[in-house]
Nanobody, 115 residues
Framework: QVQLVESGGGLVQAGGSLRLSCAASGSIFTINTMGWYRQAPGKQRELVVDITNGGSTNYADSVKGRFTISRDNAKNTVYLQMNSLKPEDTAVYYC?????????WGQGTEVTVSS
C-alpha cells in the first residue's frame, strides 16, 4: 500500500502562483510514476502532468509552460509549481502514484483561481 498526502492548495488571483506538494509513504519502492490530476466541477478527472522514476515528464497541453513538476526522492515528495494561474485551472488537484499493478490517489487539494 502507498499513502499520498497533498498540501498547498488555496485561493489565488489570476496570474498568481501556488505550489502543491505530495508526500508518499508506505510501499513506495514499487512506484514507477507519480503525477497530478485535476477535476473541475462537472468535468472528468484529467491528467495535469506525470513524471517517471527516470525523470520523463508528460504535461497536458493546457499547462505547458506554466506548470512544472519536480520530485525530491530523498523526501519521497513530488511538487507541482503552478505559475500564471487562470480561472480555468480551478479544480481539485489529486496526487497519483502507480506501479505495474496499482494506482494510488491522495485525498485531493482544492485550488481556486479568481478572475
Amino acid at each position: 500500500q502507498v499513502q499520498l498526502v497533498e498540501s498547498g492548495g488555496g485561493l489565488v488571483q489570476a496570474g498568481g502562483s501556488l505550489r502543491l506538494s505530495c508526500a508518499a509513504s508506505g510501499s513506495i519502492f514499487t512506484i514507477n510514476t507519480m503525477g497530478w490530476y485535476r477535476q473541475a466541477p462537472g468535468k472528468q478527472r484529467e491528467l495535469v502532468v506525470d513524471i517517471t522514476n527516470g525523470g520523463s515528464t508528460n504535461y497536458a497541453d493546457s499547462v505547458k509552460g506554466r506548470f512544472t513538476i519536480s520530485r525530491d526522492n530523498a523526501k519521497n515528495t513530488v511538487y507541482l509549481q503552478m505559475n500564471s494561474l487562470k480561472p480555468e485551472d480551478t479544480a481539485v488537484y489529486y496526487c497519483n502514484a502507480r506501479d505495474f499493478r496499482y494506482s494510488y490517489w491522495g485525498q485531493g487539494t482544492e485550488v481556486t483561481v479568481s478572475s
